[in-house]
Structures are given as C-alpha cells and as structure tokens.
C-alpha cells in the first residue's frame, strides 16, 4: 500500500544530543513537510521540500535541520540547539505539479522525549 | 497574518446526536481547507477539503462548507457514532504562500 512510513514511533534524546527522524513515501509526491504538534496547540511548520536537494524552513526551523537527497526520503535532525524538543513530530506529503489544491497526507508520528 | 479558530476546544454528545464543528480564519485569500480527522497518539487523516470556489463537499455522514467572505468553515457530522469520537482539525492553505495553517483542533467524544 502507498504510504508514509515514520520511524521511530518513539525517540529519546539526552541532553547535547543530536537525534534523526526519519520519513519515507512511495507515493510520488514532490512536496514534503514536516510539522511539530505540542498539546492543545495546532501543528506549526518546521521545514519543507518542493524538490529534490530543495527546502525551506517554515515557522520554527531553529533548532532543526533537513536534507532531500532522494524524492522518496526527508529525515529531520533535531539538534543540541532545539532546547525544548519534546513533541509529536509529523511528516507529511503532496502533489505539487499544477494542483495546489492537493490535500496532504500524513504518517503516523514520532513523539520524541528528553531523557 | 492567517489565524486559523477552532471552537468548541472539546465536545461531548450522546450517540445519534447530529453535530457542527466550527473552523474560523481571519484572511479570505485561501486556495482550499482541509478537515482532518487525528486519533490520539496518530498522524492526520483527511476527511474532505474545499477548493476556494467551491461552497460545500460531502462524504458519506460528513458535510463540510466554507465561506470565504465571512472566514467560516463547517463540518457537519450526522448520527454520530463512538467510533466518530477524535480530535477534528481544519487547515487553510494560504494564496501567494505554500505554507498551510492548522487550526488546534476540536476533541469529540461521543457517548454509546
């Protein structure tokens, strides 16, 4: 089936430690995202990828890093500077080509914790 | 700078109770919104999304409308169902941008 996979489902980080999510689709879309959720709160945009070896930081990138070295695969570095990176991290998907109005499609999480 | 308003915070009703979400955002410039529907400890499902020119869409016990002038979006959910109990989220995608803007969503628990 097509999808996005996230892995780990769950992520602990200890201090001045850099710690990597992973998210792969295969379901050819272009675009990919990734968002941070904290309770009672709306997910705010971290970082995202029109196009292969392509991104933009979104709303609250310091702190975090990307890379787009495959269409399939856009992994998330949270960094020893993101100070308070307890959240659920989603990924998400979209077609782009001529069709802004494409909805997108979200894997199931990470919740990353502090040890 | 796109605001996006979910009220109630939570709801509770009783099972067949038809019910009304309610999604408001303060810039009308928009090219679609977008329900979605999260299980606790899950990613976002979609539900139905609204191109800007449209008015309303449909799936099955799920109605949702959007009018734009006004900033308002609705879901309606018709005979509700335990298994329709989640925590509901809109999302506007904004013109000139490529960012989408989530609201905090609208926890429903419905009641067997």
């Known amino acids: 089936d097509g999808g996005i996979t996230q892995s780990p489902k769950y992520l602990f980080r200890k201090e001045g430690q850099n710690v990597t999510l992973s998210c792969e689709q295969n379901l050819n879309h272009d675009a990919m995202y990734w968002y941070r959720q904290d309770p009672g709160q709306g997910l705010r945009l971290i970082y995202y990828?029109?196009?292969?070896?392509?991104?933009q930081k979104g709303d609250i990138a310091e702190g975090y890093s990307v890379s787009r070295e495959k269409k399939e695969s856009f992994p998330l570095t949270v960094t020893s500077a993101q100070k308070n990176p307890t959240a659920f991290y989603l990924c998400?998907?979209?077609?782009?080509?001529?069709?802004?109005?494409?909805?997108?499609?979200f894997g199931d999480g990470t919740r990353l914790s502090i040890l | 700078k796109q605001e996006v308003t979910q009220i109630p915070a939570a709801l509770s009703v009783p099972e067949g109770e038809n019910l009304v979400l309610n999604c408001s955002f303060t810039d009308s410039a928009i090219y679609n919104l977008q329900w979605f529907r999260q299980d606790p400890g899950k990613g976002l499902t979609s539900l139905l999304l609204?191109?800007?020119?449209?008015r309303e869409q449909t799936s099955g016990r799920l109605n949702a409308s959007l009018d734009k002038s006004s900033g308002r979006s609705t879901l309606y959910i018709a005979a509700s169902q335990p298994g329709d109990s989640a925590t509901y989220l809109c999302?506007?995608?904004?013109?000139?941008?490529?960012?989408?803007?989530f609201g905090a969503g609208t926890r429903l628990f419905v009641k067997a």
């Open positions: 609204i191109q800007s020119s449209q």
């Open positions: 990828s029109q196009i292969v070896n392509d991104f």
């Open positions: 998400a998907s979209s077609i782009i080509q001529g069709a802004k109005g494409q909805p997108q499609h």
């Open positions: 999302a506007v995608r904004n013109t000139g941008g490529f960012k989408t803007i």
